[in-house]
């Protein structure tokens, strides 16, 4: 009698077992696939890369994200949020991939994977014109604003202490506190930085020696097929001079990285 029941025991574990295996690998086929969908997240509010123009979502990432599921025949979503957000809603899957001028950083690598870099970057110090800030010496002490967890945040918070730093959830919000006073620079991606300049009077911008950066798109380290689709894609517009172009139609005579 044991034995019967020893072996009715196996038999319904080996069923569970091989249907749990079999849900498994159904669970492994990325939803992309099926919905023929790409959810990219990103924050608007980064200027070429990501802006709105009458009620739309533009610019650089845009175009280049665009480009990446025609070739895929997917169609694209773009979902706005603060920068802050993006890469937890990459990790819980809620979004495709996060595309915002995002640098690849090792804590970044940690809890996600980036795909080719598409772009370069530095950091740059937006001041007043008049103001007294007329180097890098200078902005010690000085209450310098930034976009909340973005490479100018990490880089500012180490170098001139976090008891100087005012954070803002958008680039615009830190720039209209500059003009307003309330702090003495922002330290943001030179880009950026280029058009808020552009679109304010009386600013100006002071280059830094922080290192160059490398913008990537970011995916769930769970979700390596996608990755591995939309990366191919990527590769394949790079190759044929088409993020050049997008890039060249945004910042004119911009180098872009060969992969
Ligand atoms: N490149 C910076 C970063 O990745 C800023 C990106 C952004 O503000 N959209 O942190």
Do not use: H, W
Not at 16 to 33: D, I, M, S, T
């Amino acid at each position: 009698m044991k034995k019967i029941i020893a072996l009715v025991l196996v038999a319904v574990l080996t069923v569970c077992c091989l249907a749990g295996c079999g849900n498994k690998k159904e669970n492994k086929q990325p939803k992309e696939f099926q919905t023929k969908e790409l959810v990219m997240a990103t924050n608007a509010t980064f200027p070429p890369y990501e802006y709105y123009e009458n009620g739309k979502i533009v610019g650089i990432d845009a175009e280049i994200a665009q480009a990446i599921a025609d070739k895929l025949g997917y169609t694209l979503k773009i979902e706005d949020m603060e920068f802050d957000s993006i890469l937890a809603a990459v990790q819980s899957g809620k979004v495709t991939m996060g595309m915002a001028g995002m640098t690849i950083t090792p804590d970044r690598e940690a809890i996600v994977d980036f795909s080719n870099t598409y772009a370069t970057a530095v950091q740059s110090v937006i001041v007043k014109a008049d103001g007294d800030i007329k180097t890098l010496d200078d902005v010690t002490g000085k209450k310098i604003g930034v976009q909340t967890s973005t490479t100018g945040d990490i880089y500012a918070t180490d170098d001139y202490g976090d008891e100087n730093i005012e954070r803002y959830s958008k680039g615009t919000d830190a720039v209209a506190a500059l003009v307003a006073g309330k702090i003495d620079c922002v330290i943001i991606d030179n880009e950026p930085a280029k058009a808020y300049v552009a679109a304010n009077e009386g600013l100006t911008i002071l280059d830094t020696a922080y290192a160059e950066e490398q913008y990537a798109i970011a995916f769930a380290k769970s979700n390596p097929l996608v990755k591995d689709a939309v990366n191919g894609a990527l590769v394949e517009l790079i190759n044929d001079g088409t993020i050049k172009k997008i890039i060249e139609k945004y910042i004119p005579a911009e180098e872009v990285p060969a992969e």
